[in-house]
């Protein structure tokens, strides 16, 4: 049986792979009004934060959205890591089935999109979703190795 922690872990991981899919689908569903006044007030806090370092620096709508998709799925893409982690035991898996989880994410995502009032699908951002996944995987998959490798050395150090 498996200990407390590790139950934890898997229940942590698993939640918030769950809750960041719910946070997606549900930005997905706003029509294209309501997203973009989002992206608008989040572009003002940025453009105002910006000014203040240097007048010259000055954010797009376009470029605030796109970051947006990044950031949210790179966030999907560690947790989905985490959670593979905490459930697999052979690391190379963790790196392919994560990733497998966050395109699929992503291709219904768009999906929604066509759904909702003055929004359209577009397969840019579904690379681009895609590509936050695997750059959260990735990062991740180097750390484990990483650390796995830091382990495994001072292990035999104390052996010696």
């Known amino acids: 049986m498996k200990n407390h922690r590790d139950i934890f872990y898997r229940v942590l991981w698993s939640v918030l792979s769950i809750l960041t899919v719910a946070f997606i689908f549900i930005n997905s ?14 572009l003002t806090f940025l453009n105002y934060i910006l000014s203040h370092i240097s ?8 470029f605030v959205r796109k970051c947006a998709h ?10 989905l890591f985490l959670a ?3 459930f697999l ?11 497998v989880v ?3 994410v992503a291709i219904i995502d ?4 066509r759904f909702s009032v003055g929004r359209s699908s577009q397969l840019s951002d579904v690379l681009l979703d ?14 484990c190795k990483l650390v796995y490798n830091f382990k495994k050395n001072n292990d035999k150090e104390v052996i010696k």
């Open 29 to 42: 569903i706003f029509d294209a009004d309501l997203s973009a006044q989002q992206s608008g007030s989040v």
């Open 55 to 62: 007048d010259s620096l000055i954010l797009t709508e376009h």
């Open 70 to 79: 990044f950031a949210e799925y790179f966030t999907l893409g560690a947790f």
């Open 84 to 86: 593979c982690k905490s």
């Open 89 to 99: 035991l052979r690391l190379n898996a963790k790196i392919l089935l994560a990733p």
């Open 102 to 104: 966050g395109l699929a």
């Open 110 to 113: 768009e999906f929604i999109q």
């Open 130 to 143: 895609f590509s936050g996944v695997c750059t959260a995987c990735v990062l991740l998959f180097v750390i």
